[in-house]
């Protein structure tokens, strides 16, 4: 019995830790990720400028409720959180 606990021992010491190997052409597909992240993220800031915009204009011109403006901003903070989620998922899977 205690042969067989040094072998095993000494067969799992040369196996060593395994981890993902990424395939030829990763780094493309990562950096093309990484621009379209980007770009997201862009539209996402420039959909809360102009969602902002609008609620602003909409309160200094009688509309004294949140109305479209207001509902713009949310659907983008909706949208910002479905980004920074998905980026969570896929960090967590691929790292």
Known sequence: MNALMR?????SAQIGPS?????????????L???VMWGVVL???IAAMAAAGKLAWDRGHGGGGAGEGGAQLGKVAIA??????AVAIVNTLVL
Not at 19 to 31: D, E, L, V
Not at 80 to 85: C, K, N, Q
């Open 19 to 31: 981890g993902p190997i990424a395939p030829p052409g990763a780094a493309k597909f990562n950096t």
């Open 7 to 11: 072998t095993a021992t000494t067969f």
């Open 43 to 45: 539209i996402l800031v």
């Open 33 to 35: 990720a990484s621009w």
């Open 80 to 85: 910002a959180v479905i980004v920074a989620s």
